[in-house]
């Protein structure tokens, strides 16, 4: 079974009570959910392998440590996933972006794949996938299937909310990939919105209503 780790660093709960702000608007939104990311890469990232270097500075040699491992592969889910990848590549500058493009029908809550496009080198990456809002869970889910058909192995899932039952339909497909969210929050509405959550993370990072 897979882990969710919830960060609560202040600056994280901070910016996130603004985020789920009603009155809080699009310009807003969308700087906050890029800093907030931001943040979150520090945190995601934390475990990561490192190796001894041994560097010169100016004045002496020094021991140092730099990140090794494999590389790392940063996938948002289209298209409020997009709204969190600024903030990463601050942080990781050299990862490689994917992107998949899932949105979720309305009416059934099942999510419809329209787009799948991955680094070539995906299965030597560390992947974080990326997603605002984590509700049934089927947008992950279905995304998750699509890297790991592309050869994908060690993936990360990154949310700003998560709902249990998204947390359990992840855990459920896919028990190897570890679960990073800034809140866990109640439940599901009849409509399939997380409860508090922020309402619709594509249309408040776009402005599309
Ligand atoms: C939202 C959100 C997730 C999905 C979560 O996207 O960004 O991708 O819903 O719901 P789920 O866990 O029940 O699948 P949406 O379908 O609204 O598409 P959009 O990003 O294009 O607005
Ligand atoms: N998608 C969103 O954008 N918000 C929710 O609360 C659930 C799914």
């Avoid at 780790?5 to 959910?33: A, M, W, Y």
């Avoid at 496009?117 to 889910?141: C, F, N, Y």
Wanted: negative net charge.
């Amino acid at each position: 079974m897979s882990e969710v780790f919830v960060f609560d660093h202040p600056l994280i709960q901070h910016k996130l009570s603004i985020i789920r702000d009603k009155n809080t608007g699009c310009k807003e939104f969308r700087e906050l959910v890029d800093e907030t990311s931001m943040l979150m890469a520090y945190e995601v990232t934390k475990d990561m392998l490192t190796e001894p270097i041994e560097i010169e500075t100016p004045v002496a040699k020094a021991n140092c440590y730099r990140m090794s491992g494999s590389k790392i592969a940063i996938i948002p889910i289209l298209r409020a996933g997009l709204g969190m990848v600024d903030g990463m590549l601050r942080l990781i500058p050299n990862a490689k972006v994917g992107h998949i493009g899932v949105y979720r029908d309305p009416e059934t809550l099942k999510p419809v794949e329209y787009y799948c496009k991955l680094p070539q080198d995906i299965e030597e990456r560390d992947i974080i996938l990326l997603d605002p809002m984590l509700a049934t869970g089927g947008s992950a889910v279905a995304a998750i299937n699509f890297i790991k058909a592309r050869g994908g192995r060690n993936i990360r899932l990154m949310n700003l909310i998560a709902a249990p039952e998204g947390i359990k339909a992840v855990q459920a497909a896919h028990p190897d990939v570890n679960i990073y969210v800034a809140a866990q929050d109640a439940c599901l509405n009849e409509h399939g919105y997380i409860v508090p959550g922020l309402g619709d993370a594509g249309d408040r990072l776009f402005g599309t209503k």
